[in-house]
């Protein structure tokens, strides 16, 4: 079955939830409470596979002919159909993969790998979020070929010696895909600590050298609230003096139509 499709069967969705509940009786998932009327079930992964793991499933739309499932990491999924349910990591060395600047409207987007010890980071710049570059999404395979050479050149990690932890985003996806086509164990998570915080404050260092201003903020410091005003005097800030350093493929930016 494919699980990356985006309309699924009657058929094809009960074995999924069969599975997700096989997976729910060995606590390796937990139902999520949703007040959708639209929703048929809801799940989150627990810390053995990743509390940011998710799966959504959608009753069945005459519209769509079919339900609809939304899922942060389908490969979890294949393992539970195929009754894999062993989601022990190796016992190898640990990696941890993280991107800064996804958010933000100026510069490009720095990818950090971590092995607790030290932080190796590179940087996919702006040109790769602006005109036919983004359209292109050159960006993705731009991400993933300067995180695999941080994890290959400064770690010299192999499938044989490390295991990976993965930060959720769109930017990561391929680079995860990549990862585990190579052989890696890879896990998504929610990266903190040492390889957040660390990331955050080199990517703050990098938009100084790059704009000669301390302009940049974590988005995770500011309140929900806050943040569209936060990023508009970013914005207007960027439109003033710094038009080409900013990622004008954006809709909210907006040179491109492209999303």
């Known amino acids: 079955m494919d699980l990356d499709k985006k309309i699924f069967p009657t058929a094809e969705i009960m074995r999924v939830i069969d599975k997700l509940k096989k997976a729910e009786a060995l606590s390796l998932i937990r139902p999520l409470a949703e007040n959708n009327q639209y929703l048929m079930c809801s799940y989150a992964g627990t810390g053995v596979i990743s509390p940011k793991w998710s799966v959504k499933i959608y009753a069945y739309s005459k519209n ?3 339900h609809s499932m939304i899922c942060t990491d389908t490969e979890v999924l294949n393992c539970f159909m195929a009754d894999n349910f062993d989601f022990k990591p190796p016992a190898l060395k640990l990696l941890k993969i993280d991107d800064a600047g ?5 510069c490009g987007v720095m990818v950090g790998v971590t092995d607790e010890a030290v932080i190796h980071t590179d940087v996919v710049p702006v040109e790769f979020f602006q005109g036919e570059n983004f359209a292109a999404k050159k960006y993705l395979k731009e991400y993933t ?3 695999l050479r941080l994890i290959g050149e400064k770690f010299g990690a192999t ?4 295991r990976v932890e993965i930060c959720t985003g769109f930017v990561n996806k391929m680079l995860r895909d990549e990862l585990r086509k190579l052989g890696f164990h890879v896990r998504v998570i929610e990266v903190k ?3 957040q915080d660390g990331l955050e404050e080199r990517f703050r260092q990098y938009v100084h050298t790059e704009l ?3 302009i940049y903020y974590d988005p995770k410091e500011i309140a929900r609230t806050d943040l569209p005003r936060k990023f508009n005097a970013v914005l207007e800030f960027g439109k003033k003096h710094f038009p080409l350093k900013l990622k004008t493929g954006w809709k909210s930016i907006g040179e491109s139509p492209v999303s």
């Open 64 to 66: 769509k002919k079919g």
């Open 102 to 106: 996804w958010g933000f409207p100026l």
């Open 145 to 147: 070929e300067r995180g």
């Open 159 to 162: 499938p044989a010696t490390h």
């Open 193 to 195: 600590g040492m390889l």
């Open 212 to 214: 000669a201003t301390d």
